[in-house]
């Protein structure tokens, strides 16, 4: 809780709940597909596809926003699906976005844990966040990839913090101009102490 933590009690609860589940997820004694990230099948057409991706449709039916998506897509397997106008399949995409393995491994020796200043999540607690979003043509590198806890990657998505990398090559915020009119970049170093 804090100024920039609007989330009642109840609504902490429901992400401490929902962290818990993810991070059980992905260990490794689970069944052979347990620790893999959800799948995501975002259904868009081309046009939307090649301008800016617009809303999508879960293969429930159910609708969601682009915010929406772009939030699900940060540590989600994406199978981007292409349909023509008359909704025929024109492509089905590849699984190549994820930040895993050797890569995951270097966010994780240059974060130590949730770089959002003053968190103390440790790594096995984050997303890996694309800095510049993967729908929006980012690149699933080093270089834009940041790790995020549960709420600081909803908190990202969802408010006027902004994240770079700086000239060292580390993570550093930008508040919103209503809680630091000179919006001096802020980093996380609780993580260097341990």
């Known amino acids: 809780s804090g100024p920039d933590d609007p989330r009642s009690p ?58 929406t998506v772009r939030r699900l897509a940060c540590d989600a397997t994406i199978l981007p699906t292409v349909l023509g106008s008359t909704s025929q399949v024109l492509d089905v995409g590849r699984q190549r976005r994820l930040i895993t ?26 997303d890996a966040h694309h800095i510049q979003h993967w729908a929006d043509n980012g690149p699933t590198n080093l270089a834009n990839a940041v790790l995020l806890c549960g709420h600081h990657h909803r908190h990202i998505h969802h408010s006027d913090w902004t994240v770079r990398l700086g000239r060292d090559g580390h993570p550093e915020f930008i508040p919103p101009a209503w809680l630091d009119p000179d919006q001096l970049p802020r980093r996380n170093h609780y993580h260097q102490r341990t």
């Open 10 to 67: 109840g609504q902490r609860r429901h992400d401490a709940l929902a962290d818990l589940c993810r991070l059980t997820l992905r260990t490794r004694e689970l069944p052979d597909h347990g620790g893999d990230p959800a799948q995501l099948v975002v259904t868009t057409n081309f046009e939307s596809l090649t301008q800016q991706l617009s809303a999508g449709t879960l293969d429930t039916g159910l609708h969601l926003t682009p915010e």
């Open 101 to 126: 393995g050797p890569l995951r491994r270097a966010l994780i020796l240059r974060d130590h844990g949730c770089a959002f200043p003053g968190c103390d999540r440790p790594p096995r607690w984050c």
